[in-house]
C-alpha cells in the first residue's frame, strides 16, 4: 500500500515592514533568514499575518512621522506588532504614542526581536518545508545585495544622532565579511554594495585583526577590504561598489583598484558624504577630514582612475551657514564636477548638537538654497551625461520588459539614489545580467541606449 499522503502543517506567518537606510534593510533580512530558518512563512499583508515586525527609522522628524505612521498602521490592520530599529533606541517615543505594540527593540537587536516573535507565535518547525537558500533572504532583487560591514560610528557630526541610537564602531571582522560576499557571488549576486556608518574607518575598533583568508592571514583595514572584495568579485564576474566612504587619506590607495567595471571586481565609483565646503560649516557640523584639500585630492583620485565616478550628500540651511558660506558650495560644487548629487536642507533632529547652534537659517532661505544647489548640480549632471552620448558604457540590467525594453544602470550609478540607462533593441537580456551599451541620447538624469 502507498503511504498516505503527507499533511503539510501550515507556517505562522510574519508581516515585515522595513524603513530607513540601506543598513536596516540588512537587519530585517537578518531576522528574516532567521526567522524563515525555524519554519516562518512571510505575508504579503499586515491582515494575513500573526504578527507584524516593524523595522523603524529613527533620524530625522519626518522618519519618525513615518515609523509611527507604519506603526500605526499594522497595530489598526493586525493589532500584534513588535518595533524594533533606530527609533526603538527610544522606546517612549513608540509607546507614547502606541501603548499597544506588544514589545519594542533597538537596533541590530536580532535575537530580541525573534525572542519576541516567539512569545507571540511559537516557531512550527518542518524539515519538509523549511527551507532557507544558502546566501539567507533578501529584499533586494537577486543580482544585486548590500554587504554590512560594520555596526555603529565613532564619529561625533553635530547634526547626527546616529552613534546614540547603533553605538560606537564595531568591525566585522575581514572572514566574515569576506565569507559573506563568497556565498554571496556563488548564490548568483551580481553586485556587491558595501555599507557602514563609516565605511573607510573599518577595523580601527578592533585595532585591524588578522584573519585567515585563503591559506593567508590579512589585516583588517580598509585597502585589504576593497582588494579581497575586488578579487572575489572579478573570479564571479560581479561588481563591487562602496558607499558612506570618508575621504581619509589612507582612501587615495583604493583608487589603484578601481578597475572593474568591464571584467568584474571594484568599480571606480565612490559614495562619500562631503555634505558642505565651507571651513566654517564644516566646522560646526564636527565633519571628520573636514581640513583636508578635497579638491586637489578628487582631482589626483581621478589621474589614477580614470572614470571615476563620485556620489555625495549636501546640506544646506545648516545654522550659522551665511550667503558666502553657501556660495563657496556652489564653487566647490563646480569645481569638483560631482557626478551624482543630494541635496537635504537642514531640519533639526531630537538631542542633536546642531540644535544648540547659533544663526538658524530661515524656512524660505534653506528652500532658496536648495533650489539653486540642485540647478547647478542639474547643470553638471546634464552635461557628463551629454559628453557619453556616443560611447559605450558597461551596465547593469536591473528590469526586463520582454518586449526588448530594460532598464539598466552604469557602473555609476547605484540602485535607487542614482539614475538609470534606459535600453532597447535588450531581448534577451535578464537581470544580471553585465554588458556594454552603446549611448545614444541623454537629458539631466538618465541615459537611453542599446547593447553594443
Not at 544622532?161 to 556565498?183: C, M, T, W
Request: glycine letters at 8%; charged letters at 25%.
Amino acid at each position: 500500500m502507498s503511504e498516505p499522503a503527507r499533511k503539510i502543517k501550515e507556517s505562522p506567518k510574519i508581516g515585515m515592514v522595513s524603513l530607513g537606510c540601506p543598513k536596516a534593510l540588512v537587519d530585517s533580512e537578518r531576522i528574516m533568514t532567521q526567522l524563515r530558518s525555524e519554519g516562518y512563512a512571510f505575508s504579503p499583508t499586515h491582515a494575513d499575518a500573526d504578527v507584524v515586525i516593524v523595522n523603524t527609522c529613527g533620524f530625522l522628524d519626518s522618519a519618525k512621522e513615518e515609523s509611527l505612521s507604519a506603526i500605526g498602521d499594522a497595530l489598526k490592520e493586525n493589532g500584534r506588532v513588535i518595533v524594533t530599529g533606530c527609533m526603538g533606541a527610544k522606546p517612549e517615543d513608540i509607546t507614547k504614542v502606541h501603548p499597544k505594540v506588544m514589545a519594542v527593540t533597538g537596533p541590530h537587536k536580532y535575537d530580541e526581536v525573534v525572542g519576541y516573535v516567539h512569545e507571540a507565535v511559537p516557531p512550527l518547525h518542518d524539515p519538509f518545508v523549511d527551507l532557507v537558500p544558502e546566501a539567507g533572504l533578501k529584499l533586494t532583487p537577486a543580482h544585486y545585495a548590500y554587504l554590512k560591514i560594520s555596526e555603529g560610528c565613532n564619529n561625533r557630526c553635530s547634526f547626527c544622532i546616529i552613534p546614540s541610537l547603533r553605538g560606537d564602531l564595531v568591525s566585522r571582522p575581514l572572514h566574515h565579511v569576506l565569507l559573506e560576499a563568497d556565498k554571496l557571488f556563488r548564490s548568483g549576486v551580481k553586485e556587491l554594495l558595501v555599507i557602514s556608518q563609516d565605511t573607510s574607518a573599518y577595523g580601527v575598533d578592533i585595532k585591524y585583526a588578522q584573519s585567515p583568508w585563503k591559506s593567508r592571514k590579512v589585516e583588517a583595514r580598509f585597502i585589504n577590504l576593497a582588494r579581497e572584495l575586488g578579487e572575489l568579485a572579478k573570479d564571479h564576474g560581479a561588481w563591487v561598489r562602496l558607499h558612506y566612504v570618508y575621504p581619509y587619506p589612507h582612501v587615495d590607495a583604493v583608487m589603484e583598484l578601481m578597475d572593474g567595471h568591464e571584467a568584474g571586481g571594484l568599480l571606480p565609483y565612490l559614495d562619500i558624504p562631503f555634505q558642505h565646503a565651507s571651513p566654517g560649516v564644516l566646522k560646526a557640523m564636527r565633519r571628520p577630514a573636514n581640513q583636508e584639500k578635497t579638491l586637489d585630492r578628487i582631482k589626483s583620485w581621478r589621474k589614477v582612475a580614470p572614470g571615476l565616478a563620485l556620489r555625495s550628500t549636501f546640506i544646506v540651511g545648516f545654522p550659522g551657514e551665511t550667503e558666502s558660506d553657501f556660495q563657496m558650495l556652489l564653487d566647490w560644487l563646480k569645481e569638483a564636477q560631482i557626478d551624482r548629487a543630494g541635496c537635504f536642507k537642514y531640519e533639526p533632529v531630537q538631542d542633536a548638537v546642531a540644535n544648540d547652534l547659533p544663526g538658524a537659517v530661515a524656512e524660505e532661505v534653506k528652500q532658496e538654497r536648495w533650489n539653486r544647489f540642485m540647478e547647478a548640480q542639474q547643470e553638471i549632471s546634464a552635461a557628463k551625461l551629454k559628453a557619453r552620448v556616443g560611447g559605450t558604457v558597461m551596465c547593469i540590467i536591473d528590469e526586463t520588459d520582454g518586449a526588448g525594453g530594460a532598464d539598466a544602470r552604469s557602473y555609476a550609478d547605484a540602485p535607487d539614489i542614482d539614475g538609470k540607462v534606459y535600453l532597447r533593441g535588450a531581448e534577451g537580456a535578464r537581470p544580471g545580467r553585465i554588458l556594454p551599451v552603446a549611448i545614444e541620447d541623454a537629458d539631466d538624469y538618465d541615459l537611453f541606449g542599446t547593447p553594443a
